[in-house]
């Protein structure tokens, strides 16, 4: 079993800058990758950005060159530093943890943290 906490979202003007934090705990020797998604009222739920344990990042079209993905392996931690915030980037942010193996693929999510970006 997996638990995740998001910390880090709240409201912020258009410009400004956040970073959400995700912290794994239980059985996190078993995550593969771990990443960020976002669902807008709506919207459909989307990928935000993506980390696997050795590094190797993805991040969406729409955030590329604003958002961030970084892990931190010691404190089983994932980050997302969101620069240069935009109105359409409000949305509920929500951690996921994916463990594979050759019998199945577990996903895990947190509860999700509100950002809204609104002058």
């Known amino acids: 079993q997996v638990q995740l906490v998001e910390s880090g979202g709240g409201l912020v003007q258009p410009g400004g800058s956040l970073r959400l934090s995700c912290a794994a705990s239980g059985s996190t020797f078993s995550i593969n990758a771990m990443g960020w998604y976002r669902q807008a009222p709506g919207k459909q739920r989307e990928l935000v950005a993506a980390?696997?344990?050795?590094?190797?990042?993805n991040h969406a079209d729409p955030v590329k060159g604003r958002f961030t993905i970084s892990r931190n392996n010691a404190k089983n931690t994932v980050y997302l530093q969101m620069n240069s915030l935009k109105p359409e980037d409000t949305a509920v942010y929500l951690c996921?943890?994916?463990?594979?193996?050759?019998?199945?693929?577990?996903?895990?999510w947190g509860q999700g943290t509100q950002v809204t970006v609104s002058s």
């Open positions: 980390i696997t344990i050795g590094g190797g990042t």
């Open positions: 996921n943890a994916a463990s594979s193996s050759w019998r199945a693929t577990y996903n895990y």
